[in-house]
């Protein structure tokens, strides 16, 4: 039991030095760290809203705000001056004024921001109190620009606010000759040491209210979408709805079409056997002999007719054989070819004939030509009528 209690008490020892170790460690980073001070100057990062620019009317140059700097083009000893103005007192500086000047309380302070210049020389940093009923009571100090490129400055003003106070006016002014100054990253702060650049804390409040603004109307802009999507959505779920339906019906329509073709395919097919069949029989009736009683009589006649507008082509062939009881014969076919076009027929044709006495042929054409075989391109004239000879 001892041997726990000694290992207990090391272990609780241990864990003594550990968390004194720990908490000198955490002390030592404590004392390293240095907390920005508060800065008092609005819109110092973009200058906008809260800055006024101005100059003497004289002075040729102009000043202005780019890219998140502002830009002093002074061109003649005359004041060009770029200044944040307090909350009215009894003057009429209502518009675009910072709050935040207003009350500001006695001490020194430290202003500092980053400059180039294409010149260098000295710009007035400058604490103003406008006095009542009148008067002022400047608290300023010049400092050198002396670099073309980006360098931080820093300088201290020791300001005592007094009793008849009507507003404060922080200024930089400028009274070089053809010079362009640019300033950037303002901070004005309570105390002697300058720290980095941070946004006055109502300029952060704004910010986190705009977005906040921002993000309400996103909100209500996206629920407006999302009202409007489903409503579209259930628009389209009824139009897809009613299209089913739709395609419903006309599957339904197309089946019944296909049924009804179907059965008036099949009736046509019927006609047709039927008309076939008839036809048939009729022709059978025509080539069959037809016979009375004393003589019997057999023929057919074929006919292939051709016609385009008003011009026609026609082959005709009939044949015919006859018996009676008297012992008279016939046989006879002949096949015709006929044209007609213009007004003018062209004829040609040839009869084969017997009886019990003799045989004829009979050719009708206007001329007559014989080929020696069926390959033979070049027909031979023979004979041909000519004015009835």
Known sequence: AESGITQLQRSVANQTTALSEAGQHLSAKIDGLRVGGRNYLRSSLDFSGYWRFGKHANETGRVFT?????????????YSAAMQIAKEGTRSH?????????DLPSAIYTVSFEAKASVNGAIRVLLRQ????????????????????????????????????????????????????????????????????????????ENIANVSADLVSYRQTQAATDSAQATQLNALTTRMTGAESNITKVEQSVITLNSSTATRLNQL????????T???????????????????????????????????????????????????????????????????????????????EESTVIVMADRFQVVKNAQDGSPKPMLRVENGQ
């Open 66 to 78: 780019e890219n998140n700097e502002i830009v002093i083009d002074s061109q003649t000893a005359n």
């Open 94 to 102: 209502t518009a675009n004024c910072s709050e935040t000047l207003k």
């Open 130 to 205: 406008q006095l009542l009923p009148s008067g002022t009571k400047d608290t300023y100090k010049y400092i050198t620009i002396d670099s073309q490129d980006w360098k931080k400055y820093t300088i201290q003003l020791d300001y005592r606010q007094v009793t008849n106070l009507n507003y404060v006016q922080f200024e930089f002014t400028c009274y070089l000759v053809g010079a362009e100054i640019r300033l950037r990253k303002v901070k004005l702060e309570r105390g002697t040491i300058a720290t980095d650049w941070t946004p006055a804390p109502e300029d952060v409040e």
């Open 269 to 276: 097919t019927a006609n047709l056997t039927k008309a076939q």
């Open 278 to 356: 008839d036809l048939t029989a009729k022709i059978t009736a025509e080539q069959t002999a037809r016979a009375n009683g004393d003589k019997s009589l057999a023929s057919r006649i074929d006919t292939v007719n051709a016609s385009v507008n008003n011009a026609k082509a026609q082959i005709t062939t009939v044949s015919q054989a006859v018996a009676d009881v008297n012992g008279k014969l016939s046989a006879t076919h002949t096949i015709k070819t006929q044209t007609i076009s213009g007004g003018k027929t062209a004829i040609a044709g040839i009869t084969l004939g017997a009886n019990r």
